[in-house]
């Protein structure tokens, strides 16, 4: 596969999951948030990409990341694409290089690389992180630590107004009496808002937006450590309209904000 044959897939994924919320369908955009919940670590076309390829894959890795792992590529599987940055030097200008030149010698560019999932090799068991069901034991404590390491101020109160957890910018209450499941889905929810909504970078989004961008957050890193994400996250991701230029930005920054608590939480 040729790297703009790997952005045209890309580019028409994007195109019908817009297609898809616009009509009112968010069976789509649930799957991939739930593959992105699997590889968390990948860019969003990269997601896209190993959805189009192998929508089952659940952990993917090169052919000698594998080896490492003292597990082998069965013979015949084929390789799933996906785009890899690569730093090029600029050619050498006839002006001598200045300090405002240095950031502008190097440019980026993608070539296709392939991983394979984990269903297409044999050999060494790999360890399996502990299941969670309906109480995020340890991740919680985790999910604290986090928090407090953003130096962001955490307390609860029984004065929400009927809400589960607010962000204030740099300080977090929660209702007290939340069961453990609760209380960690709407942590992340509005640690969500903290990392995407607080800032002026996203100045132009709507409430409505900001509110489906903080749970399709909760929804990924519950479903990434097996948490049931219950309903609460597709209800509101059935609600989202938006364009095609939009839905990339906002998909975008709930992979990087999962990907943040997530690097933190699981070992």
């Known amino acids: 596969m040729k790297t703009e044959q790997a952005k045209d897939i890309i580019d028409k994924h994007i195109d019908q999951l817009a297609e898809n919320l616009d009509s009112g369908h968010s069976e789509q955009l649930t799957e991939f ?5 699997k590889l968390h670590r990948y860019s969003l076309g990269n997601v896209l990409l190993i959805m189009a390829q192998k929508p089952d894959a659940t952990h993917v890795a090169g052919f000698n990341t594998w080896k490492s792992f ?3 590529v069965k013979a015949g599987e084929k390789g799933i694409a996906i785009l890899a940055p690569m730093t090029f030097k600029n050619q050498e200008s006839e002006s001598p290089p200045n300090e405002a030149d240095k950031d502008e010698e190097k440019s980026i560019r993608f070539r296709v690389v392939y991983v394979f999932d984990v269903s297409q090799t044999d050999g060494e ?3 399996e992180f ?3 069901t309906g109480d995020p034991g340890d991740y919680s404590e985790r999910l604290k630590g986090l928090v407090r390491q953003l130096s962001i101020e955490l307390e609860y109160s029984d004065q929400l107004g009927g809400a589960l957890g607010v962000s204030r910018g740099g300080k977090i209450a929660l209702k007290e009496g939340l069961d453990p499941s609760q209380e960690f889905t709407t942590l992340v929810h509005e640690l969500a808002h903290e990392i995407l909504h607080q800032g002026d970078e996203r100045k132009g989004s709507t409430k409505t937006s900001r509110e489906l961008e903080a ?6 890193v519950a479903q990434a450590i097996g948490l049931d994400a219950g309903t609460a996250s597709s209800d509101y991701i059935q609600l989202y309209r938006g364009d095609k230029a939009q839905l990339t930005q906002s998909l975008d920054a709930v992979r990087k904000a999962a ?3 997530l690097e933190a939480i699981v070992e």
Do not use: N, Q
């Open 33 to 37: 948030l739930s593959t992105m919940a």
């Open 70 to 72: 003292g597990r082998y």
């Open 125 to 127: 068991p790999l360890p």
């Open 130 to 132: 502990a299941k969670v």
């Open 215 to 220: 749970e399709a957050v909760a929804f990924v």
């Open 259 to 261: 990907s943040l608590i």
